[in-house]
Antibody, heavy 123, light 107 residues
Framework: EVQLLESGGGWVQPGGSLRLSCAAS????????MSWVRQAPGKGVEWVSA????????DYADSVKGRFTISRDNSKSTLYLQMNSLRAEDSAVYYC????????????????WGQGTMVTVSS | DIQMTQSPSSLSASVGDRVTITCRAS??????LNWYQQKPSKAPKLLIY???TLQSGVPSRFTGGGSGTDFTLTINSLQPEDFATYYC?????????FGQGTEVEIK
């Protein structure tokens, strides 16, 4: 069964840092681009960052550029999101999502999602 | 950035109704348009990709259409499990933007 399992969320003060992880199983992880997508409480869905299957191509939303870093360890089938200089507006459920198409240079459609991990930034 | 605008923001419908949701892009995205369904406290689920292709396992009562800037998601014969929020998303260019969502409620 194809599965994504996020972890690492929690409460942090403004200006703090968190590292999210997403463990993948049931598919050839290195063949697919992966993304982080977030959803603030009661709000819509926002794409945050994407990384290609090899890790060589990375992209960020302007709202997180310079503060968040996406990475992946294909030997561990795990995706990461290092979040620094966190702000209240970063509070959201963070989902990792798998691209639908193999070897794509950028997200095509997100066909598998994790259950999400909640990040709360508050003093 | 490409802005995605859905209409309506919410609608009330009955089981068996036909429902249509519209998504408009701020510029042409050809057919790089996906639709997702989200139920409370759950992750979004891919329904349709490339504007009109049904994702594997999705019931055929869901159909997508359109190209360029205007797209539709139609649910034929609404079922109890279809009451949810629906999002469109463009995959034409970064940043990969979503519509604000359309909540389908029970009348």
């Amino acid at each position: 069964e194809v599965q994504l399992l996020e972890s690492g969320g929690g409460w942090v003060q403004p200006g703090g840092s968190l590292r999210l992880s997403c463990a993948a199983s049931g598919f050839t992880f290195s063949s697919y681009a992966m993304s982080w997508v977030r959803q603030a409480p009661g709000k819509g869905v926002e794409w945050v960052s994407a990384v290609s299957g090899t890790g060589n191509s990375i992209d960020y939303a302007d709202s997180v550029k310079g503060r968040f870093t996406i990475s992946r360890d294909n030997s561990k089938s795990t995706l990461y999101l290092q979040m620094n200089s966190l702000r209240a507006e970063d509070s959201a459920v963070y989902y990792c999502a798998k691209d639908r198409v193999r070897y794509s240079s950028g997200p095509d459609a997100f066909d598998i999602w994790g259950q999400g991990t909640m990040v709360t930034v508050s003093s | 950035d490409i802005q995605m605008t859905q209409s309506p923001s919410s609608l009330s419908a009955s089981v068996g109704d036909r429902v249509t949701i519209t998504c408009r892009a701020s510029q042409s995205i050809i057919s790089f348009l996906n639709w997702y369904q989200q139920k409370p406290s759950k992750a979004p689920k891919l329904l349709i990709y490339a504007a009109s292709t049904l994702q594997s396992g999705v019931p055929s009562r869901f159909t997508g259409g359109g190209s360029g800037t205007d797209f539709t998601l139609t649910i034929n014969s609404l079922q109890p499990e279809d009451f949810a929020t629906y999002y469109c998303q463009q995959s034409y260019t970064s940043p990969w933007t979503f519509g604000q969502g359309t909540e389908v409620e029970i009348k």
